[in-house]
């Protein structure tokens, strides 16, 4: 039976939630951040504490983020863990992660297993803060792991690989299937580690124009590029900079788009 309540609350699909319930995979997830108790760990999205539990027992203090208003006034009063965690009742998509890092005096490690409505852009959010962000940790529908994780030249690989991978370094961690979950969502889950670059490998002059070469070249991204960024730039000047015509928006490696990002900076057109 796929039942809505879990531990006494009734899931919201509003708010994304699918509660882990696999004790193995809780366990996977936790050694995979190996959280050390000095550590400023903040999770995105608590819930019934699946993670926060045995996060919370291995360090000092956590701090936990979480949009529902019954979840969060049930954190406050977790009966062992209140006195630990520090409650955030709020959207994480609104938190400055940068202000959390200047208060904690140190980088923050993030952790959740994330709203899938909302995992993308809350993803790009973070990349904002990527030097307030020592690493982060997130379960995500699988079809996204792959699309973070992804190469040039295959169809995962897209705007949100480029922006990734432009601030972190990615890796999958594991696989996790639907019945881990209660309610079971309708997809397969998969755990992904984000490490930011303490220095960007391919550092743009102007983010808007990266995150703009690539939204027009993967929005349309069966056209060659000579006609998916015909507005951007002249044959000529794609030939000048080295793209072959004829390539497509797969077929760039991130050194490329940040070059030609850098190139609209100073001629824009
Ligand atoms: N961590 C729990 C677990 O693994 O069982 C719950 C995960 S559930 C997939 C996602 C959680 O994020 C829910 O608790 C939900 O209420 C919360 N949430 C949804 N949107 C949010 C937002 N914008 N900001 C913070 N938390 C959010």
């Known amino acids: 039976m796929n039942s809505k309540k879990h531990l006494g609350h009734t899931a919201r699909k509003r708010f994304g939630q699918n509660f882990l319930h696999d004790q193995q995979v809780i366990q996977g997830i936790v050694a995979a951040i190996y959280p050390q108790s000095d550590q400023y760990l903040v999770e995105i999205g608590p819930g019934l504490g699946a993670l926060t539990e045995p996060v919370a027992e291995q360090v000092d203090q956590l701090t936990v983020i979480e949009l529902d208003r019954d979840l969060a006034e049930r954190l406050r009063h977790h009966p062992f863990l209140h006195q630990k965690l520090t409650v955030i009742e709020q959207d994480a998509m609104q938190v400055d ?6 208060q904690a005096g140190q980088k923050v490690r993030v952790f959740g297993n994330l ?3 909302i995992s993308t852009p809350l993803m790009f959010h973070l990349f904002n803060y990527y030097d307030s962000i020592q690493d982060m940790h997130f379960m995500l529908q699988k079809e996204v792991v792959k699309r973070l994780c992804a190469g040039p030249n295959s169809k995962a690989y897209g705007r949100l690989t480029i922006m990734a991978q432009y601030f972190c370094q990615v890796m999958p ?4 299937p639907p019945s881990a ?4 969502p309708k997809v397969d889950s998969a755990v992904v580690r984000l490490i930011p670059h303490v220095t960007l490998p391919h550092p743009v002059k102007d983010l808007y ?4 070469v690539c939204s027009q070249a993967f929005n349309q991204r069966r056209k060659t590029l000579r006609n998916a960024l015909a507005t951007l730039f002249s044959s000529e ?4 900079l080295g793209v072959d015509q004829n390539a497509r928006a797969e077929n760039l490696s991130i050194a490329d788009y940040a070059h030609l990002a850098n190139w609209l900076t100073d001629n824009p057109p």
């Open 237 to 240: 000047q794609l030939t000048a």
């Open 97 to 102: 992660f940068r202000q959390l890092c200047e």
């Open 181 to 184: 979950f209660k309610p079971a």
């Open 209 to 212: 124009w990266l995150n703009r």
């Open 173 to 176: 961690v594991l696989e996790v």
């Open 115 to 117: 709203p899938y409505n």
